[in-house]
């Protein structure tokens, strides 16, 4: 059973940084697509970012909001995926969501197979 367990979130004044952490088991990260979706109080879900499976080069794609603030990578040896969030904005607050599918480079959600339960973050003004 596939299980993807977020952590890292909490409250930041805008400036700051979280570093958002995805622990995964019974899937091995470099072998599937990972991504980081978000969702704010009344809005849709949306993609961050995502990472490719290590055999097509571990390419990545972001949110063009994010591009040169947020970093994905991960760490083959933890099975873990992270979100480097720097320079945080009031409108990044979002619940973050950690995921996983089978597919190269999508941002569509309903192309990832296997969820978190997400994490709050909360950038004050």
């Known amino acids: 059973q596939v299980q993807l367990v977020e952590s890292g979130g909490g409250l930041v004044h805008a400036g700051g940084s979280l570093r958002l952490s995805c622990a995964a088991s019974g899937r091995t990260v470099s072998n599937y697509l990972m991504g980081w979706f978000r969702q704010a109080p009344g809005k849709e879900r949306e993609f961050v970012a995502a990472i490719n499976w290590s055999g097509s080069g571990s390419s990545t794609k972001y949110l063009d909001s994010v591009k040169g603030r947020f970093t994905i990578s991960r760490d083959n040896a933890k099975n873990t995926v992270y979100l480097q969030m720097n320079s945080l904005k009031p409108e990044d607050t979002a619940v973050y969501y950690c995921?996983?599918?089978?597919?190269?480079?999508?941002?569509?959600?309903?192309?990832?197979?296997?969820w978190g339960q997400g994490t709050q973050v909360t950038v004050s003004s």
């Open positions: 995921a996983s599918g089978p597919f190269l480079g999508t941002v569509i959600s309903d192309h990832y197979d296997y």
